[in-house]
């Protein structure tokens, strides 16, 4: 993955990025891929980790970048460490402390730091009350009511997620630099408001919940599909998603929504392994063994919906925006194969969906859905009706849909064109490829 941002406290030091660094002597290359492994892996842990440490959202960035520039100098001689991810945290520590001992409020922030700095007696600290994942936490504290619900998906997104502001901009479908200035905005609020990085409690934390589902699916969905690169899924963030939707429903047992974002996460990563094929190729529903389908995600997926839907009952609530979308993946999970999917089930849920939580994706969805039922005719005129609209210009799968149902009624130039056009928008490789090969 590309490099992460530098906080606009940053002191001019050059963004470490470890795709193009270069450690001298010898090892230089292994631990050069050791650091890119850990950049994109451990990086989010790692400033949520010193976030909860420091207290300042920047000042960890900073001393997490630090920490990835002594790897770089010195697992080439020394050797990659069992464990890299340890070995970044305990190395920003030593930095931080050094760092408040040079600071002439010396005193009283060593305190903020209280036992957990106390590395040295390697002892793992004492479990926290409230919500024991950094992660989790920095959701959390970054979906702060403070910030507009657009900063805070985005500096989470950002800085939990580890995604690229490329990746949020695709994922929320705005430029780069809108996305750029609100992950700016949000950090400078959370500076001059000296938001603390602290776990809310009661009706403060539900308040907060809305932005949180929705970082944590976004999460979900740029591990799932990947925006950009030669992967098609990034296994990691699919993992990350899963963990925190989990974590979520257990710290939220009376939220339904939040039941019903691990039933979705559940049963759409039950499918992870059989959406590649060797070599990274791209297998498409229709396509996908169902054999290797996850049959235990599955069964949690559907106990997660099931909860949910007696949640909703008991308080006499609609179905949600997860849970209906849950009860979509559901019915897929339900299918023996492709050809017995009950998408007029699909279509029905789809038009509730588009109804109740109206949005030009929603529409393009209930489009293929529709398709399935009446025809590629009727899903067409659907899917024009948005392309009218203007508002998914830039997004490849409304081209991609497009062309998929020009093909289906022989109109193949047209089809052609819609294909190629999907493929010049999307900057993943894999993707790319799929779709140059429907063009030719």
Not at 131 to 160: E, G, K, N, S, Y
Not at 247 to 271: F, G, M, N, Y
Not at 272 to 300: E, K, M
Not at 335 to 344: C, G, L, Y
Request: charged share 25%; aromatic share 4%.
């Amino acid at each position: 993955m590309g490099s992460r941002g530098r906080s606009p406290k940053g002191r001019g030091r050059p963004e470490l990025n470890p795709e193009t660094a270069r450690a001298p002597g010898p090892g230089a290359e292994r631990a050069r891929r050791a650091v890119e492994a850990a950049w994109r892996i451990e990086w989010p842990r790692l400033v949520a980790g010193l976030t909860r440490l420091v207290g300042d959202i920047a000042t960890a960035e900073e001393l997490a970048q630090d920490a990835l520039v002594a790897a770089l100098e010195q697992w080439p001689g020394a050797g990659v460490p069992p464990n890299p991810g340890g070995w970044l945290m305990l190395t920003a520590k030593h930095r931080a402390v050094d760092r408040i001992r040079r600071d002439a409020n010396f005193a009283r922030k060593l305190e903020l730091l209280g036992r957990q700095t106390q590395f040295e007696a390697a002892e793992p600290s004492a479990p926290e009350p409230g919500i024991a994942d950094d992660l989790l936490r920095m959701i959390f504290t970054a979906c702060h009511p403070v910030l507009t619900p657009p900063a805070r998906a985005a500096l989470t997104l950002r800085m939990v997620g580890g995604l690229t502001t490329t990746e949020i901009a695709r994922a929320y479908l705005v430029p780069e630099s809108t996305v750029a200035q609100r992950i700016v905005r949000a950090k400078r609020t959370i500076a001059a408001k000296r938001i603390p990085y602290e776990v809310p409690e009661g009706a403060e934390l539900t308040a907060r919940l809305d932005s949180v589902l929705e970082v944590v699916y976004l999460i979900f969905n740029e591990g799932y599909t990947a925006t950009s690169g030669e992967r098609w899924v990034r296994a990691e963030l699919c993992e990350d998603a899963l963990r925190l939707a989990r974590t979520l429903a257990a710290l939220l047992p009376q939220e339904p929504e939040a039941h019903a974002l691990a039933a979705l996460i559940e049963l759409q990563a039950s499918r992870t392994t059989a959406r590649s094929a060797a070599g990274n190729g791209l297998v498409l529903l229709p396509d996908q063994d169902r054999s290797h389908w996850n049959r235990l995600y599955i069964q949690r997926g559907f106990a997660a919906l099931a909860r949910a839907h007696t949640l909703n009952r008991t308080h006499a609530r609609e179905p949600g925006r997860y849970a209906l979308q849950a009860a979509i993946a559901a019915v897929h999970a339900m299918a023996p194969s492709a050809e017995e999917t009950d998408w007029r089930r699909i279509a029905g849920l789809y038009a509730m969906l588009a109804q109740r939580f109206p949005s030009p994706v929603v529409e393009l969805n209930r489009a293929v859905a529709v398709a399935m039922v009446h025809g590629p005719a009727a899903g067409l005129e659907l899917a024009d009706a948005v392309a009218a609209t203007g508002t998914l210009d830039d997004y490849h799968l409304l081209h991609a849909v497009r062309g998929d149902l020009l093909s289906r009624l022989g109109r193949d130039a047209e089809a052609r064109t819609a294909f190629r056009r999907a493929a010049e928008l999307t900057a993943n490789e894999t993707e790319r490829e799929m779709l140059l090969a429907r063009a030719r």
